[in-house]
């Protein structure tokens, strides 16, 4: 199973820019690595995704190693309101089976 | 699009009682499943259904049943409720085969089994 490791939490001054790290040192070819976050106990909601190459959108920008092992989320100028729980994870679904493990995430903390 | 709907928000019951968490989805997506997300940790896969009439199970399926009748709806019913049950569920649903194979998530139901 291609397992993510992701620090349990993080602190980040508002305005900053936050760099969230994830390992997932058994990622396969041709598996997706997709960011979501958690905001107290709403439903996750999706951030960016990529497979090798970096990734922008205008929520944030995920960057990928290119032996694919690891990669950052980077939240260019964060705000009190992205202070939530968040998940990396490695989409191993294939044809039709579903497979997403999500961990425990990690805890960013942006402070005033 | 009013995205994934779940209800109820919050249900309690007894120990050995039955109920249905209802979701829906209005994206006409093939791909629906149920997650449960006890505190401190992340979210586990129960059941999952690739299309109407296609079902088959997570990571946790014990003490659950699905189906998928429409496109539009997947419930999730607990035959007979136990403490360990106790949890929060959200509902998710996303399209597959594409670039970008996103999930969408309901706002979860609060479950209490006393």
């Known amino acids: 199973d291609a397992k993510t490791t992701q620090p349990t939490s993080m602190d980040c001054a508002e305005g900053r820019a936050a760099n969230l790290p994830c390992n997932h040192s058994?990622?396969?070819?041709?598996?997706?690595v997709y960011w979501y976050r958690q905001i107290h106990s709403q439903g996750p909601q999706y951030i960016i995704h990529g497979l090798k190459n970096n990734e922008t959108n205008e929520m944030a920008s995920l960057i990928i190693t290119e032996d694919r092992k690891s990669s950052t989320l980077i939240l260019p100028h964060a705000t009190l309101r992205d202070t939530a729980v968040y998940y990396c994870i490695v989409d191993q679904s294939q044809g039709g089976s579903e497979k997403l493990v999500f961990g425990k995430g990690m805890k960013l903390t942006v402070n005033p | 699009n009013a995205g994934v709907t779940q209800t109820p928000k919050f249900q309690v019951l007894k120990t050995g009682q039955s109920m249905t968490l209802q979701c829906a989805q209005d994206?006409?997506?093939?791909?629906m499943s149920w997650y449960r997300q006890d505190p401190g940790m992340g979210l586990r896969l129960i059941h999952y259904?690739?299309?109407?009439?296609?079902?088959d199970q997570g990571e946790v399926p014990n003490g659950y049943n699905v189906s998928r009748s429409t496109t539009e709806d997947f419930p999730l019913r607990l035959l007979s409720a136990a403490p360990s049950q106790t949890s929060v569920y959200f509902c998710?649903?996303?399209?597959?085969?594409?670039?970008?194979?996103?999930?969408?998530f309901g706002s979860g139901t609060q479950l209490s089994v006393l």
């Open positions: 998710a649903s996303r399209d597959r085969g594409t670039t970008n194979e996103k999930l969408f």
């Open positions: 994206m006409n997506h093939e791909y």
């Open positions: 058994t990622i396969s070819g041709n598996e997706y």
């Open positions: 259904s690739v299309g109407a009439g296609i079902t």
